[in-house]
């Protein structure tokens, strides 16, 4: 069985920095993109960035400039580093990844919550 879970969440002052972590164990063959995921309350959950095995990355947006992923394939591991933060990045973000276990499936993490607030 795959899990993802995730750490780093918490309150941070607008401009404030957080560094999220995400760490996959079980029965990995393979893993091919891993990326972080958000959810604001009364909103959908929305890409935040993404990095494949090869290293292409994607970022929402919103957050180029801010926020950087980054990746451990040895170790299965994907950070986001946020800096900069602001109140609109106030929500529940889940790790995600495409894993290939018994089958390819896409796997989440239980989410943690950041809010951005003074």
């Known amino acids: 069985q795959v899990q993802l879970v995730e750490s780093g969440g918490g309150l941070v002052q607008p401009g404030g920095s957080l560094r999220l972590s995400c760490a996959a164990s079980?029965?990995?063959?393979?893993?091919?993109?891993m990326g972080w995921y958000r959810q604001a309350p009364g909103k959908r959950r929305e890409l935040v960035a993404a990095?494949?095995?090869?290293?292409?990355?994607i970022y929402a947006d919103s957050v180029k400039g801010r926020f950087t992923i980054s990746r451990d394939n040895a170790k299965n591991t994907v950070n986001l580093q946020m800096n900069s933060l602001k109140p609109e990045d106030t929500a529940v973000y889940y790790c995600?990844?495409?894993?290939?276990?018994?089958?390819?499936?896409?796997?989440w993490g239980q989410g943690t919550q950041v809010t951005v607030s003074s």
């Open positions: 990095k494949t095995s090869g290293g292409s990355t």
């Open positions: 079980g029965v990995i063959f393979s893993i091919n993109a």
């Open positions: 995600s990844a495409e894993i290939k276990s018994s089958s390819w499936a896409d796997y």
